[in-house]
């Protein structure tokens, strides 16, 4: 890292960079040992569903969803994401049939069939009744570069990974708070940009439904990976 002094003499024209000290204690190991195990226990236990109650939820608890999501790390700090929250039902259900032409075309004319056979045991189709069920729809968009103020093309960094991470922090406080979502994403996007009314340096990545699970809700029975398949340990 550069000294401050450094920095000066690098970049005059840009402000002082400010430091203060790390927000951090140290816990006990046998402490951070059971946070760690609760942790994963509750995270285990979060499923993507497609069945939504109608119930309202605070739109408070949805302003710290991405209050939370937006705590995400990214590349020179440029937080290259965009939120828009709907609860509109006219404007779901805009969605929803733009989101349905899209799905149609892709499962009976874009898929492969090994994709389909992929698909088959999860059940999924084209009906995508959970953005007009859910009392609110998330659009997260990338935003590929900024735009200055003299109207110049800024260019951001690791936008991919850093919208990633960003995605899976939405995820979890959904989850930690008690409300379920789906990943969604309608494959191609551009008529979020346009029904949204987002600039063109932004594009869509993932549509999330946000509520509670409808009564009877089910999800498939699925096995995630064991340990020993996603990890490798290379250690002295």
């Known amino acids: 890292m550069h000294s401050d002094t450094e920095y000066r003499r690098l970049f005059p024209d840009l402000p002082a960079v400010e430091f203060e000290p790390l927000a951090y204690t140290r816990l006990p190991p046998e402490q951070m040992l059971a946070r760690a195990r609760?942790?994963?226990?509750?995270?285990?236990r979060r499923r993507t569903t497609r069945h939504f109650s109608t119930e309202a939820v605070p739109r408070e608890l949805i302003e710290y969803a991405i209050r939370?999501?937006?705590?995400?790390?990214?590349?020179a700090h440029q937080q290259p994401w965009q939120f828009v929250v709907i609860d509109d039902p006219a404007l779901k259900a805009r969605i929803r049939a733009e989101a349905e032409a899209e799905e149609y075309k892709s499962y009976t004319e874009r898929m492969t069939d090994e994709w389909r056979r992929e698909l088959a045991p999860l059940g999924?189709?084209?009906?995508?009744t959970?953005?007009?069920?859910?009392?609110w729809v998330v659009v997260l968009f990338r935003q590929r570069y900024r735009v200055?103020?003299?109207?110049?093309?800024?260019?951001?960094?690791?936008?991919?990974?850093?919208?990633?991470?960003?995605?899976?922090?939405?995820?979890?406080?959904?989850?930690?708070?008690g409300l379920v979502t789906l990943t969604?994403?309608?494959?191609?996007?551009?008529?979020?940009?346009?029904?949204?009314?987002?600039?063109?340096?932004?594009?869509?990545v993932l549509l999330f439904p946000v509520g509670f699970p409808a009564a009877g809700a089910q999800v498939p029975r699925l096995e995630r990976k064991p340990i020993g398949d996603i990890l490798q340990w290379n250690q002295g």
Not at 68 to 75: D, F, L
Request: aromatic residues 10%; proline residues 9%; glycine residues 6%.
């Open 38 to 44: 609760a942790w994963y226990e509750e995270c285990a």
């Open 68 to 75: 939370t999501a937006n705590t995400a790390p990214s590349g």
């Open 124 to 128: 999924t189709d084209w009906i995508k």
């Open 130 to 135: 959970h953005i007009t069920d859910a009392p």
């Open 148 to 177: 200055a103020p003299d109207g110049s093309r800024r260019k951001n960094y690791y936008v991919e990974e850093s919208v990633g991470i960003c995605a899976g922090l939405f995820i979890s406080a959904v989850h930690h708070m």
């Open 184 to 204: 969604h994403t309608p494959n191609p996007m551009q008529f979020l940009n346009e029904l949204l009314r987002r600039p063109p340096n932004e594009s869509a």
